[in-house]
């Protein structure tokens, strides 16, 4: 396992000589990623749900979907020589090893599972069998590597071959309920389909569709997209707020996380299809929630052109999906700095005050804490997976695109998305 420098575990000290953006920019993609290197299950190597800032995970819960982002986190270390390739592939055989003997729901796997055993772990009463949107989440990152890890040696060729043994056994048209036109998100042998809850949008999922429709043996068909996900209550907006018209979405665009956690792979530059231009809905919904920070309605201490970003995150009373609807006073960094590609100086702007300004509280081990407030004296003692992975990820594909290409090359997804009728550069011309 390497090592970090020693200087990086500091906080930043007020008034010392500024990072250049690049520096600034490496620093934190590094110390962030040493959260996925250095917290993961010692058995299975899968990711923890969360940790206290010491790094300390409170049981032997691994998360399915943060597992998936902390996979592209570790691509990311290894092209940049953080971490040796050799050793990158050692750990993600650890992973998919494990998965290979996880207990799976027709394939598919459960939002949390136990890092030594493989055994699901029950997210609520009824929903104690496969997620669907998790799995999503996680082959967007296996799917990643499988395009990275491309030497023709021993150790990447099995590598590459285990991941698709994982991928072809995913049944995704089995979260059809038997041939309905929607997808649903949880099934269990425990609780059948108890929860009811139909995947429709607009919100993170759109990566579920197209992971479904990428399937080599267990493809949905095209419909099931367009009168599933395209008929959601908050599917078409066509709506505007602080002058700023959203094409798709609930009011203000919800969560900052609906345009991270699907795009961690899906390149949404020239991303289109009958309902949207993916780049501009990410865009405006950026900017819309960057405006609501800087109005500031409510008033609330610390927020501005510097201080900006709502998404799920803790909060002093627990967890909540921030926005400007649901605004608590909370800044959680991961929505300003994972939309680095969407806005790249409003962003980088929060990243300088962030850390030269309130690093002295925010800024630890592995990288910004999960979330602050300034209006309520509080700074959380936490880092959750599903926030720190998109930090990693996005500022690299803002920085090189490294992982939008890697995914977006992979033959199944681009006849996935075909299928669906998407437009993008990275399918060339129909």
Not at 198 to 227: F, K, Q
Request: aromatic share 14%; hydrophobic share 40%.
């Amino acid at each position: 396992m390497t090592k970090r420098p020693a200087a990086t575990r500091r906080a930043p000290k007020k008034g010392a000589a500024a990072l250049s953006d690049d520096a600034l920019l490496d620093l934190v993609q590094r110390q962030t990623f040493q959260f996925f290197w250095e917290v993961a299950h010692p058995v299975s190597g899968m990711i923890p749900d969360r940790t206290d800032r010491a790094g300390k995970a409170p049981n032997d819960w691994v998360t399915t979907g943060g597992s998936g982002f902390g996979i592209m986190a570790i691509i990311v270390a290894a092209e940049r020589g953080w971490i040796a390739r050799a050793a990158a592939v050692e750990r993600l055989m650890t992973i998919v090893r494990h998965l290979e003997h996880t207990t799976s729901h027709h394939g598919v796997f459960p939002h949390f599972l136990d890092g030594r055993t493989g055994a699901t772990v029950s997210f609520s009463r009824k929903d104690d069998g496969g997620d669907l949107v998790e799995t999503a989440f996680l082959f967007q990152g296996l799917l990643t590597a499988r395009r990275y890890f491309d030497r023709d040696t021993a150790a990447e060729t099995e590598l590459r071959n285990h991941i698709g043994w994982l991928w072809n056994e995913t049944e995704w048209n089995w979260y059809t309920r038997g041939g309905l036109n929607v997808l649903f998100w949880h099934w269990g042998a425990n609780n059948g389909w108890g929860l009811g809850h139909e995947i429709r949008g607009w919100n993170e999922c759109l990566i579920t569709y197209v992971m479904a429709a990428s399937s080599p043996r267990y493809a949905i068909d095209a419909e099931v997209y367009h009168r599933g996900w395209a008929v959601g209550r908050w599917f078409l907006s066509q709506r505007s707020y602080y002058d700023i018209e959203l094409p798709l979405g609930m009011p203000y665009g919800g969560p900052l996380f609906f345009s991270h956690y699907s795009f961690l792979g899906l390149d949404p530059r020239g991303l289109k299809d009958q309902y949207a231009d993916y780049w501009e809905q990410n865009r405006r919904h950026t900017l819309i929630n960057h405006e609501h920070c800087v109005r500031n309605p409510n008033g609330f201490k610390g927020y501005g052109p510097d201080c900006w970003g709502l998404t799920a995150s803790d909060t002093p009373g627990g967890y909540s999906a921030h926005a400007p609807d649901n605004d608590l006073g909370v800044i959680t960094p991961t929505a300003a700095l994972s939309a680095m590609p969407y806005t790249p100086e409003q962003s980088m702007r929060a990243l300088r005050h962030f850390y030269e300004k309130l690093g002295d509280r925010i800024w630890d081990r592995y990288g910004f804490v999960d979330a602050f407030s300034e209006q309520a004296d509080w700074v959380a003692d936490t880092y959750l997976a599903i926030d720190q992975g998109p930090i990693v990820v996005m500022i690299e594909n803002h920085r090189s695109g490294l992982l939008w290409r890697l995914f977006m090359s992979d033959p199944d997804v681009q006849r996935g998305l075909r299928n669906l009728g998407f437009e993008s550069p990275h399918l060339g011309k129909r």
